[in-house]
C-alpha cells in the first residue's frame, strides 16, 4: 500500500487506484494516519531546497584494496565495498549556480602529495569509482585504470574501455593519457577505448582536447575521435551518441547536466516523455550517477532531487516547480 500511497502522492495513479486508496484510507484510523505520515514526508521533501541523495562509489584507492584483498584470499567483513551492492545512487541538484565538486583537496598548510591509485577489471566485471574531486569513472571488463589527483593537477591513465563524469575545475584541467593519444577536459562527459597505440574517444557532453601525433583537434559533444601516437586525431560527427555506449548497461552518470539534457536522456532510457512545463527549471543542474537501478526509480529520485513536482499521464511525466 505504500507504493499506492507515495504514486497518489506523485499524481502517478488511476481513478480506480484512487478510489482503491479511498477506501483503505476509510477503513481504519491506523491506515489514515499511515497515509499522513507520508504524506508530511513528501511534502518536505518537496520543498524548495534541494534533496541531496548520496551512497558514493567507492574511490579508487578502495578498489584497488579490495582488488589486492581478493588476490591475496583476504575478504574480511571490514570493508563495506568487500560485498557487491544491489544498487547504488548518488546524485546532486544545483540550481544554476555550480555543483558539488567533492571537498578540497588543500588545506590551510602545505598540500599532501598526491598518490597514484591503480585498478584493472577482470573479464566480465565492471566497477564504478569516484575520484577525490568528485569525478565518477566507470570501467568495462578488463580494464586497467591508474589515477593520480593533486592540488595542482588530475590525471588518469587509461588501457581498455571506461566512461568518465569530471567536475570541473579550470585551475586543474583533467587530463586522461592513453597509448594511442592524451585528452585534456575541464569538465564533461565522454567515453575512451584505448588498446596498445590507438585511443578512440566518443563525447557526450561538453567538449574534449585531443592530441596525436603532434597535433591537437577539439571533440564536442556528438563527435568522436580516432587518434593513434604517430597519426593525428580523426574526427567524425556521430548521431546517436548513447546508442556506442550500450555496453554500460544501466549506469547513467551527470555532471552539471543542464535539466533539460538530464530529461531527454532519461526518456530514452526510460522509454517515456519527460516535459519540463517551466522555463525557470531550465537553469537548474544535476549531478548524479546510477548503477543497476530501474530507470523508474531513476527518474523519481531526480524528481525528488530537483524540488519538482512530478505528474504522470499515460506514458508522459511532466515536472513542474
Known amino acids: 500500500m505504500d507504493q499506492l500511497i507515495l504514486h497518489s502522492l506523485q499524481g502517478r495513479t488511476t481513478p480506480d487506484q484512487e478510489e482503491e486508496l479511498r477506501r483503505w484510507r476509510e477503513a481504519s484510523l491506523d491506515h489514515e494516519r499511515r497515509y499522513r505520515e507520508m504524506a508530511e514526508v513528501w511534502q518536505a521533501s518537496a520543498s524548495a531546497d534541494p534533496v541531496d541523495f548520496r551512497i558514493p562509489a567507492p574511490t ?75 569525478s565518477v569513472i566507470r570501467m568495462a571488463p578488463g580494464t586497467r585504470i591508474q589515477s593520480s589527483v593533486g592540488a595542482s593537477e588530475r590525471w588518469v591513465a587509461v588501457d581498455g574501455q571506461a566512461f568518465l563524469a569530471v567536475t570541473p575545475d579550470s585551475s586543474r584541467p583533467f587530463h586522461v593519457r592513453t597509448g594511442g593519444g592524451e585528452a585534456t577536459v575541464l569538465g564533461t562527459r565522454f567515453e575512451v577505448n584505448a588498446r596498445h597505440d590507438e585511443m578512440n574517444l566518443l563525447v557526450v557532453e561538453g567538449s574534449v582536447s585531443v592530441r596525436g601525433g603532434g597535433e591537437e583537434v577539439e571533440v564536442r559533444a556528438g563527435e568522436r575521435s580516432q587518434s593513434r601516437s604517430d597519426q593525428s586525431p580523426r574526427v567524425e560527427s556521430v548521431a546517436d551518441p548513447e546508442e556506442l555506449l550500450g555496453w554500460m548497461g544501466a549506469f547513467v552518470a551527470f555532471e552539471s547536466t543542464p535539466l533539460p539534457r538530464v530529461a531527454r536522456e532519461l526518456e530514452r532510457r526510460a522509454g517515456i516523455s519527460i516535459r519540463i512545463m517551466d522555463p525557470e527549471l531550465h537553469d537548474r543542474t544535476v549531478t548524479g550517477w546510477f548503477s543497476e537501478s530501474e530507470m523508474e526509480q531513476v527518474v523519481e529520485l531526480v524528481c525528488r532531487a530537483a524540488a519538482v513536482t512530478c505528474t504522470m499521464s499515460a506514458d508522459t511525466i511532466r515536472m513542474l516547480p
Not at 65 to 90: I, K, Y
Not at 91 to 110: E, N, T, Y
Open 60 to 134: 579508487l584507492a578502495e578498489l584497488e584494496g579490495r582488488h589486492r584483498a581478493a588476490q591475496t584470499g583476504d575478504r574480511g567483513s571490514s570493508s563495506p565495498w568487500s560485498r557487491p551492492l544491489a544498487w547504488a545512487a548518488v546524485i546532486v541538484l544545483s540550481l544554476g549556480i555550480g555543483s558539488w565538486a567533492g571537498q578540497s583537496l588543500v588545506d590551510s598548510g602545505a598540500p599532501e602529495p598526491a598518490q597514484v591509485s591503480q585498478v584493472v577489471t577482470g573479464p566480465g566485471e565492471m566497477a564504478t569509482a569516484t575520484l577525490p574531486d568528485g
